[in-house]
């Protein structure tokens, strides 16, 4: 590092002073608090972000957001040149620099970072960052601080790109590291080219719903995710889209409303009511990362049934089954390719969607709670699907099975009557380019649940028929250290402390269905806990059963 570049470090970092006594940790979530202890932590993220686009030698995101979080915090997180989550093994040097005590230290630390990296700092080599934002109002000023930390590394230019959903930062990564075209307008006209390819491939006994169904009302969290679904509503000329707490009537992001609130209470977000008994309902969370679907029960005083992420996944996995179906059996395909398809979920999934995935003939894979690990499993099949239930996920195509169905596509003759095969690789290249394959994306994971209804052509209550969910229990117990339980099979078993696992089957096994594990929380000192059984009573006393057994075991009587 030469001394311009030192000098250009020393200097922007003074401005930007760690707040006294905070010590902050690179999550799933990336840099998450409340907003007035950021900007410090901001600005040396965007130095990351820099020092990531020099390594790679590819674009790099930032985007500013809290999600799900209350108005006042705020967050920063990385996106990766393929559009997806920091690289782990980056994580701790992340740590490290946010929480460096000055700028000597940060200096040292850069140093350090850069000659084990290899990082060539020569003030030749190009780097470019771009930083987005939701709508919280602290977004302005740390963005700024972001641009003065990218700007602080020699050769580095931060691109801002507005306004925008976590999605849709991660999508613009992606696609200008492919070589594609990549602003906002960009992303909305693919999405929507998406959605009517196919709209027209639709069977025609099926192209259009009746009465009630033909809208579906969106509750947009009063963050940023409704504000761009109206815009992206306004290229759909056959779905009506129907936006409530969009944030343009005064409404607070969050607040009693977005996927978060209506999956967790499983109750009407504000703005709903017994009006929209029976109509297709949808919520988006803060930064339009999760999506889930609800009924509005009838005289039901706020009461839904959710449609969650678990039956997202499912509805998406029988739509793909059927489009390799047809692949398979028709032989109006030239070489057929045998496609993988894997479905991905965490313990967390209620057992009634995997039992219900197994029985459709599809192999189900299990992965420790968190969206990095959900990913990179569902990556390793053709097509790998993948959603928690709190309506965050995705679909991941290969390169290789996406590069067979454009060779396919590309035979079929604009005049001559498409087989059954053929418009199976037709729609599934469409579902290629309307899911967000690089990230959970509410916006396109609403459009391709509606086009799927479509295809289907199936109601909301038909889809919440596809199984009925066990009744299930999580609580959360107070211990001394988290780190005393340690887990395997996919967080499923604890294999510490010695006999918990034995006393929690012994428990479990008094319950029909029933279904239990623990894992230590990730950010708190507690052990999570999760039962289900046949009954909501059995789940309720299966999860307080193995509390207080994981109280007996971990010492701090609080259970």
């Given at each position: 590092m030469n001394d311009e570049q030192q000098s250009l470090l020393l200097n922007a970092?003074?401005?930007?002073?760690?707040?006294?006594?905070?010590?902050?940790?690179?999550g799933t979530a990336g840099f998450r608090a409340d907003a007035s202890l950021l900007p410090s932590a901001v600005y040396r993220v965007g130095i990351l972000a820099a020092l990531r686009s020099l390594k790679t030698g590819s674009v790099i995101g930032l985007m500013i957001t809290a999600s799900h979080n209350k108005v006042s915090d705020n967050g920063v997180?990385?996106?990766?040149?393929?559009?997806?989550?920091?690289?782990?093994?980056?994580?701790?040097?992340?740590d490290a620099l946010v929480n460096a005590p000055s700028p000597q230290h940060l200096l040292l630390l850069i140093n350090e970072f850069v000659a084990k990296e290899g990082i060539l700092m020569d003030g030749v080599s190009q780097a470019e960052v771009l930083l987005g934002r939701d709508t919280r109002p602290s977004g302005d000023a740390l963005v700024e601080a972001a641009r003065q930390g990218v700007t602080s590394i020699v050769g580095a230019v931060a691109t801002d790109m507005g306004i925008?959903?976590?999605?849709?930062?991660?999508?613009?990564?992606?696609?200008?590291?492919k070589g594609i075209q990549a602003s906002e307008q960009d992303y909305f006209e693919q999405l929507s080219s998406s959605f009517r390819c196919l709209e027209d491939l639709t069977p025609a006994e099926k192209s259009k719903f009746g009465g009630m169904n033909d809208k579906v009302v969106v509750d947009g969290s009063n963050g940023v995710g409704g504000l761009k679904l109206k815009d992206l509503g306004g290229l759909l000329n056959s779905l009506v889209?129907?936006?409530?707490?969009?944030?343009?009537?005064?409404?607070?992001?969050?607040?009693?409303?977005?996927?978060?609130?209506?999956?967790?209470?499983?109750?009407?977000?504000?703005?709903f009511g017994s009006k929209d008994a029976?109509?297709?309902?949808?919520?988006l969370d803060g930064d339009a990362d999760r999506l889930v679907y609800f009924i509005v029960l009838p005289e039901s005083n706020g009461r839904i049934d959710l449609v969650d992420g678990d039956k997202i996944l499912s509805l998406f996995a029988l739509f793909i089954r059927e489009q390799l179906s047809f692949l398979n059996e028709n032989e109006g395909v030239k070489d057929c390719h045998q496609a993988r398809l894997g479905v991905v979920q965490t313990a967390y999934a209620n057992g009634a969607s995997t039992n219900y995935l197994r029985q459709l003939g599809l192999e189900v894979n299990f992965t420790p709670t968190g969206v990095k690990y959900l990913h990179e499993k569902a990556a390793e099949f053709d097509i790998g699907i993948y959603f928690e239930a709190n309506g965050h996920g995705t679909v991941l195509f290969s390169e290789s099975f996406i590069g067979w169905l454009e060779a396919r596509t590309k035979e079929i003759s604009s005049g001559s009557?498409?087989?059954?095969?053929?418009?199976?690789?037709?729609?599934?290249?469409a579902v290629s380019k309307l899911i967000n394959q690089a990230v959970g994306d509410a916006l396109s994971g609403l459009l391709l649940v509606e086009v799927i209804l479509q295809h289907m052509g199936w109601s909301i209550h038909r889809w919440n028929e596809l199984y009925h969910d066990l009744p299930s229990r999580q609580l959360k117990v107070k211990v001394?250290?988290?780190?005393?339980v340690h887990t395997a099979n996919a967080e499923t078993v604890a294999v510490s402390p010695p006999g918990l696992q034995e006393a929690i089957n012994a428990e479990t096994g008094?319950?029909?269905?029933?279904?239990?594990?623990v894992r230590p929380s990730g950010t708190e000192d507690v052990v999570r806990v999760y039962a289900e059984a046949s009954t909501q009573e059995a789940a309720d006393t299966l999860a307080n059963s193995v509390a207080k057994l994981v109280d007996q075991f971990l010492g701090l009587s609080s259970s």
């Amino acid at each position: 590092m030469n001394d311009e570049q030192q000098s250009l470090l020393l200097n922007a970092s003074s401005r930007f002073s760690p707040p006294q006594g905070i010590k902050l940790s690179y999550g799933t979530a990336g840099f998450r608090a409340d907003a007035s202890l950021l900007p410090s932590a901001v600005y040396r993220v965007g130095i990351l972000a820099a020092l990531r686009s020099l390594k790679t030698g590819s674009v790099i995101g930032l985007m500013i957001t809290a999600s799900h979080n209350k108005v006042s915090d705020n967050g920063v997180k990385i996106a990766d040149p393929n559009g997806g989550m920091l690289s782990q093994h980056w994580e701790p040097f992340a740590d490290a620099l946010v929480n460096a005590p000055s700028p000597q230290h940060l200096l040292l630390l850069i140093n350090e970072f850069v000659a084990k990296e290899g990082i060539l700092m020569d003030g030749v080599s190009q780097a470019e960052v771009l930083l987005g934002r939701d709508t919280r109002p602290s977004g302005d000023a740390l963005v700024e601080a972001a641009r003065q930390g990218v700007t602080s590394i020699v050769g580095a230019v931060a691109t801002d790109m507005g306004i925008l959903t976590t999605p849709q930062l991660h999508w613009m990564v992606r696609a200008r590291n492919k070589g594609i075209q990549a602003s906002e307008q960009d992303y909305f006209e693919q999405l929507s080219s998406s959605f009517r390819c196919l709209e027209d491939l639709t069977p025609a006994e099926k192209s259009k719903f009746g009465g009630m169904n033909d809208k579906v009302v969106v509750d947009g969290s009063n963050g940023v995710g409704g504000l761009k679904l109206k815009d992206l509503g306004g290229l759909l000329n056959s779905l009506v889209i129907e936006v409530r707490n969009s944030s343009e009537d005064g409404g607070v992001l969050n607040d009693e409303v977005g996927a978060d609130y209506v999956q967790k209470e499983k109750v009407v977000p504000h703005c709903f009511g017994s009006k929209d008994a029976g109509i297709r309902c949808a919520s988006l969370d803060g930064d339009a990362d999760r999506l889930v679907y609800f009924i509005v029960l009838p005289e039901s005083n706020g009461r839904i049934d959710l449609v969650d992420g678990d039956k997202i996944l499912s509805l998406f996995a029988l739509f793909i089954r059927e489009q390799l179906s047809f692949l398979n059996e028709n032989e109006g395909v030239k070489d057929c390719h045998q496609a993988r398809l894997g479905v991905v979920q965490t313990a967390y999934a209620n057992g009634a969607s995997t039992n219900y995935l197994r029985q459709l003939g599809l192999e189900v894979n299990f992965t420790p709670t968190g969206v990095k690990y959900l990913h990179e499993k569902a990556a390793e099949f053709d097509i790998g699907i993948y959603f928690e239930a709190n309506g965050h996920g995705t679909v991941l195509f290969s390169e290789s099975f996406i590069g067979w169905l454009e060779a396919r596509t590309k035979e079929i003759s604009s005049g001559s009557k498409v087989s059954e095969g053929e418009k199976a690789a037709l729609r599934l290249l469409a579902v290629s380019k309307l899911i967000n394959q690089a990230v959970g994306d509410a916006l396109s994971g609403l459009l391709l649940v509606e086009v799927i209804l479509q295809h289907m052509g199936w109601s909301i209550h038909r889809w919440n028929e596809l199984y009925h969910d066990l009744p299930s229990r999580q609580l959360k117990v107070k211990v001394a250290d988290r780190n005393a339980v340690h887990t395997a099979n996919a967080e499923t078993v604890a294999v510490s402390p010695p006999g918990l696992q034995e006393a929690i089957n012994a428990e479990t096994g008094k319950y029909q269905q029933g279904r239990c594990f623990v894992r230590p929380s990730g950010t708190e000192d507690v052990v999570r806990v999760y039962a289900e059984a046949s009954t909501q009573e059995a789940a309720d006393t299966l999860a307080n059963s193995v509390a207080k057994l994981v109280d007996q075991f971990l010492g701090l009587s609080s259970s």
